[in-house]
């Protein structure tokens, strides 16, 4: 028997590793390993809750749904599910794509829509198209923290716009506007969630979403809707999406099966205006060729069944029982001085802690009590959220949520405790004020001209 | 030989220990040895008992694997293992008692002042802070005593600086030190078997402090190797280097971080088991001094073994 291949690569020595060095590229500089990163590589320990994912809960999808469905591909679709596909995904994909958007209103054209390994690599693609070094991108403040490594791959400057409690502060996104055409730029696009966003869990309010896309028209700039949990709503109205506002002149839209079907798959798509497309597709070909044509297969063999909004449905039921439990943790574990934001939707709540507390230091603490959270700093460029944290309730049971929150809130309450200590403001534990629900909104936003509590 | 890697575990910096580890077991298997990587939790005991190996190579960083913790096990179970013994990495860790141990004993260390949560919570320690800052100057550092890699380190550049910074600190360690800040050239001296490597030089890009992350990216930090020094600078720096590693009773190798500042070089710590990824320190100076890695391990190993080893 040949002897089986050496099992790792071997690793390089130092004066190799230089030679290397000197080959990478200046985009590489830029793409950055982090101290939060090793910390969260504890989070996987078994032992520990960790609020830090952003998995949505993949645990009721029926096994007998899943088995029927690989079977009914391998007897009938073979050949197909397991050759090279149509750079822009296949047909039958788009119509179950036009199926989900249509569920919130948005007709685009058939034409109009690729397929993409993802919502990520929609994201990449758009950058790849569009981006070149030095461009400025502007997006929220904080931002989708996945979005932040792309931008800086391609080396774009970003340029991040406070958002409150309705989302992207408009005002503030027209004030850079203006201060980057004084120095004659103009930012490639604007970058946003506005559906229950990722981090801060707040949602764009209908008239900012008017004003986004009226002033997108105005200085003909392109905004991209990232909009994965649009059908994740738990209450209230839905809004209008950017793209059915515009009608998709200057919106370019991403959207994704990973949390109304399954992140696994790796499908997402964009849906973009023709000349933009048509250079999507090439920058596509070139990255991958096509979309994976056996999860295309799945996901057309699913829409087939006709029970994807049941299933969404069932989601929407779960998660929102699980953001209604973290909510009350919140107000019964955290200390006074801390806020947070009551996400309609989504995955994620925001929470906003005294300005003295950096939730990166925080969160080494918290490791010790066996949770985790992500620290705001994520999902920001620049050193702003650093006394921030984004918790996710849909990756998590319901007892392991509110034993999450109750351990964070007690790290929290020591170092508010501590810092009274330090600083003279000499006080007993604070206890545990309860909020009046439905009274005035938590605003999870430092305003202008304001501070932090 | 048969030989344990003990690596990962449950510290803050598992994620660098995992990197040494990785990069080690490669070279043992080069070398010839066989390796049995352990990824440090609580069947340790179970598993060296199980696989009886002839060494381990401690890579581990960090409460747990560098505090003398994992080599209290390793000593019971009869196991030689590589860097130095228990007392010597319990010294190491904690920062506070190095530096009394190193002032003791003439190594020049930058003066500070140590404090535990009690202090400040049930001692009215904060009403004595602004004469601290007053005596040690701004910006002074706040570090926590058990920690590594610059983590929780900060910078406070005024008295109002210096609360923020200590709920970091106290973040990650029980007990925390306010140290002078010494302006000067980062240098770290790496010892293998009592004889000094070449110093190496770290000069972060851009002006960065030699932070968290500029000690794991490739290319966020250049470094040289052997620095750049006349020879009454290396002189000094040397004799502190070696001086901190007796005064903390250090065998096998480690690692001596100093500042070279405007009055000659001032010690901050010595690393019990220093980093041996591939932007580590140890493995640079070994190259400039003609050991490729495999033969640096090699040399650790040997080390570790009975006939040499002369622990604590």
New interface residues.
Partial sequence: MPEPPHRRRAHTSTRDLERYAGLFAARTQVMRSSAMRDLMAITARPEVISLAGGLPDTSTFPPGTFAAQMTRIAQESAAEALQYGPTEGFSETVDCILQVMGAEGMLPDHDDVIVTTGGQQAIDLICKTLVDPGDVVVCEAPTYPGAVPVFCSYQAEVVQIECDSEGMRIDELEAVLDQLAESGRRPKFVYSVPSFQNPAGVTLSLERRRRLVELARQRELLVVEDNPYGLLRFGGDPLPPLYQLDGGDFVIYVGTFSKILSPGIRLGWAVAPPPVMEKIVLGKQATDLCTSTLTQHFVREYFAEGHWREYVASLVEIYRRRRDIMLDALEEHFPAEAEWTEPEGGLFIWATLPEYIDTSDLLAKALREDVAFVPGQAAYVDERGRNSMRLNFSGVGDDAIREGVRRIGKTVAEQVELYGALTGEHRAVPAPKRREKDTGEVVPFRRAGERNA | MKVAVLKGG?S?????S?RSG??V???LE?LGHEVVPLDVGVDLVKRLTAERPDAAFVAMHGPGGEDGTAQELLAIVDIPFTGPGVAACARCMDKVLAKHELREAGVPTPDWFAFN?TA??ELGA??A?GELGDRLGFPLVVKPSRGG?A??VKFAAGRDE???A???????DDRVLLERFVDGRELAVSVLGDEPLPIVEAIPAGGDRY???AR????RTEFECPADLSESEAGAVTEAALGAYRALGCSGFSRVDLILGEDGPQVLEVNAIPGLT??SLL??AA?AAGM??EELVERMLQLALPAVAGRD
């Fill in positions: 449950r803050l910096e598992r994620g660098v995992l990785a990069r077991e490669d070279a080069r949560e400040f919570r904060a009403d802070l890699s983590l929780g210096v609360p923020e200590l709920v970091s600190a106290f973040s990650y932070d968290f992350e794991y990216e490739i290319g591939d932007t493995p640079q190259e490729s890695f």
